[in-house]
């Protein structure tokens, strides 16, 4: 399901949320190259998380294909700093697309429950749990590990917390249409929760490029964890003022 409206009205302009996509987009034009082959490789080689180079499994020198002609080595050192550079980087267009569209869907109001500070570290610290349980199941892995989808997963831990009543509306495949249905948020991120559980079970150990489930599942778990630590009541409070309507009548 593709999740493209929720009924949760915003009560400030969501600036953090809209830095964070900026970031992640002006990265990935300026440093990524908008997905040309060299410049992508560099930057995914270069900044992004390799489990193996952080833990110290592998030695300098260890290298991972990275297509025609290209190779990644490892550099000496954990490479902390790439626990960071790694949540603003992309593999590809759509890659970048979907994060920022469920950033978007989920982090305003996630934003709109703390202070502007508090938003900020509560999206780091889960893009930093996220990586951590990916390179606790991998530890030894030469495949660099981007991307924001942990960070976002976190949020949308945290909005299964603060709002799982709040519909959500999302396009269903169903033979071959496409059909609106509104779900309650706690079923929607449930069921997507299950999902990166059970292909995470199904990949232990599997090596290559693909989707990291432990990172969303890592950061999802911190989300659920840590968002009561980070919101404020009187913030969560102006949101149950508005009922969470819908705004079209349709829906109703």
């Known amino acids: 399901m593709f999740p493209y409206h929720d009924e949760n009205a915003t009560q400030r302009t969501p600036i953090d949320t809209i830095a964070i996509i900026a970031l992640n987009v002006g990265m990935w034009l300026l440093v990524q190259g908008a997905g040309a082959m060299l410049p992508l490789a ?31 080595v490892t550099d000496p050192g954990p490479q902390i700093s790439h626990l ?3 949540m603003f980087l992309h593999g590809s267009w759509m890659h970048l697309l979907g994060n920022m569209w469920f950033l978007w869907l989920f982090g305003n109001n996630i934003e709109d429950s703390m202070t502007r500070v508090r938003f900020v570290l509560f999206y780091l610290l889960s893009g930093l749990a996220a990586a951590a349980l990916q390179v606790v199941m ?8 981007v991307g924001a989808s942990g960070a976002i997963s976190g949020v949308m831990g945290g909005y299964l917390v603060l709002y799982p009543r709040v519909r959500v509306f999302a396009m269903v495949p169903i033979g071959f249409m496409l059909q609106s249905v509104a779900l309650p948020a706690w079923m929607m991120l449930v069921y997507w929760a299950f999902l990166q559980f059970l292909s995470g079970v199904t990949t232990i150990g599997a090596e290559g490029g693909g989707v990291a489930f432990w990172a969303h599942i890592g950061g999802f778990a911190a989300g659920v964890v ?4 980070f919101a404020r009541r009187d913030h ?8 969470w309507q819908p705004r079209h009548a349709r829906w109703r």
């Open 236 to 243: 969560i409070a102006g949101h149950s003022t508005h009922q």
């Open 138 to 145: 991998n530890p030894g892995s030469v495949v660099p590990m």
């Open 84 to 86: 960071v550079t790694s």
């Open 42 to 72: 560099r930057s995914v080689c270069n900044l992004g998380l390799i489990p193996g180079e952080l833990t110290g499994r592998l030695l300098p020198g260890a290298d991972f294909p990275m297509g025609e002609g290209l190779i990644c």
């Open 226 to 229: 840590l968002v009561k630590a």
